[in-house]
């Protein structure tokens, strides 16, 4: 099923370089894995924001719980978690 | 480029049945027809709202008030627009 | 899995007493239903309010939206819907 | 009687490793014990948030002020707090 | 147990002005009944707004709600309850 | 005349625990002293909230100020402060 | 003493507009004759908003209260209430 | 001098579509009007919303508010006014 | 020209005392001069906050910035900016 | 295509002042090349706050992005963008 989660990152700008970057390399790691595995379906920047918007496919609530704690960057992200189900007049529910 | 657009609906419970059935049928056929057109790239619903997540792929903001303005229930929507642009870390943008 | 949904319900007080008493007679009919059915796991009224706090448990979020589009006062409810999933300090997550 | 507790924890990221285990580890405890006690009645996780819902059973505002003072990561957690009562249309109310 | 209530009167301008006196004679009486009783305990006036702050005392939660859902002007009120508990630098908690 | 103030308490946690202390020792002393003076009328906790809600019978707004501004924790509070005025259903205003 | 009052104005278009222009006639008058009293101290518009800052003088609260709802345009005026008091930094605290 | 000015409108959609398009008509006539006198500087929209964002260079206040509330939509609209200044970095202020 | 300005002062707790009283003598010395110069026209206290409420009279929103920006405490404030003119019912409207 | 932006700046009264002086002159260089190649088309300053308004001129979304997360100012302004298109009304729009 689909999540549709807004992530918005607010890193002190005090902090370190070198953990920041260490930080950030993590983060894109885990996020080309997870989009690779299927499961981080849309990744997208909101323009001018440090800031995206994720739609993520997993199994129920619990998996996406563990996926975006396993987030490297989740201590400094403000999240925003909605679910989505299919609109009676998206394509895929109207074929022919 | 991309927008991505939320709209929720805000019909009055007093509008006459068969105006509400026709507002929505005429909705349901422009959004069918742009989403053939390949404009209306993702339509989502909202669990348990009367609203949507929508992501539009025009030419430039005009295209898109164009495009928004003329859906049936423009006046009876509230809609959050902001545009979208690559994420560093998406698989698009990290080939290989 | 569970959603954790809040319901407001705002029905205008110059709506019709039969057509509102209808409303409510038809919403606890299908709210017993659904407890019956063990979708509804938990309702509570929140003292003061015209308002509740509802635990339910489906297979995802499109059986939750149906359910809850299904219920008479959806069109004068404001929902706020979150999903649910065990929490490490909970006792089911500790046994022994 | 029931209230409606929803805790947000806000732990600054620049807390001493061991200090914020310590403190994670005795809130665990305390709150497995108070859930075996039978006041913590509900616990679940907000799925993607720091944050979870409770439902506690107390004999009123004072005991529920000092049971939610004693947790250990009650400095760090904002709270928002909700009387409940038992809603009409709830199958407990509605027996046979 | 003391509930802090803050009530704010939304009444239609429109409304009928014998109903609007009829619906504020029942709401007085009422309100007198229940401070006579001892359980409305507190009411005062927001200088400058149709709002007033009130202090109840009941059994619970359950009795709260069927008060405050018992007067006249509910259906036009919107409320905020919060309860309330000693003060630990209250006289009554610091004798002698 | 009659101010209704709710105020919130906002303790920085690295605060050192001496000082913490000492503060609350005297804010403690003090809002004692001010309730003894017939001034700090009602005093009562907001329960789960570090937080109280407070009436105060001064002259005026200037006594108010300095009532309010002389607490030990002041710089550690945030401050609603609104004007009450008899209400006309209250029992002081409907003898007999 | 002295409230800083802010008055926003919310007539419905559809009033009638003899009715409106009524209204507005007796607040004019009514706003001239307290500005005469000395009650009505300062009265200006905000610009670009049916709305307006004005600082009254009253004996307390109770005054305050009846002056305010005495207005004819009362029941279409949201409003919010501040106590004022002297500043240190100003000059009367500060002469010579 | 300058006003940054955000304008949205709220018709009605019950409203009659003859006065719905001759307010419509009269609005446009004098916004046309006030750009070729020079007063509004800028008209945008903003794309998606019924609103737009103007800048409007006027005398002062005074002349502000008497230009805003000559427009046929003014009961219609819900203003953002604020006062702009020449920015220290903006290419006018350094010139060569 | 009038503008509405509210200030409310952050000083950090953790400030040197002598650095924040050196601020506030600054500050208070500016303040004097500007009213004394006929430009700060009016400045008061809110009752229970550390925040002020100013008439500012300027020739334009440059001069206005200039003098806002100049104040010592500035960087401390967060301001709300708000252009005043002459009401229709005020008494300098209103002659004789 | 053009893009209004809000770019309010957050800079610590902590920050060290070469620091901050350097940010300034860097940001203000890069504003001013900017402007001189026709993508900053206007910058003006909110009177009395330490924010701007700007309307940006760039091919789409993706340049936007890259232009504003190139302000060295960027890591401590908080932004919002918002999509621009003609307006009906405008001049531009209605020649002749």
Chains 1, 2, 3, 4, 5, 6, 7, 8, 9, 10 share one sequence.
Request: hydrophobic letters at 45%; charged letters at 15%.
């Amino acid at each position: 099923m689909l999540f549709h989660v807004e992530m918005t990152v607010n890193l002190p700008p005090t902090m370190d370089a070198q953990v920041t970057q260490d930080l950030k390399t993590r983060e894109k790691a885990l996020a080309l894995a997870l989009q690779r595995s299927g499961k981080w379906v849309h990744l997208w920047r909101l323009a001018g924001y440090y800031a995206n918007i994720s739609v993520i496919e997993v199994s129920g609530p619990d998996e996406l719980h563990e996926l975006l704690t396993s987030l490297p960057l989740f201590p400094y992200m403000s999240m925003q978690v909605r679910a989505l189900c299919p609109h009676l007049s998206a394509l895929a529910q109207n074929p022919g």
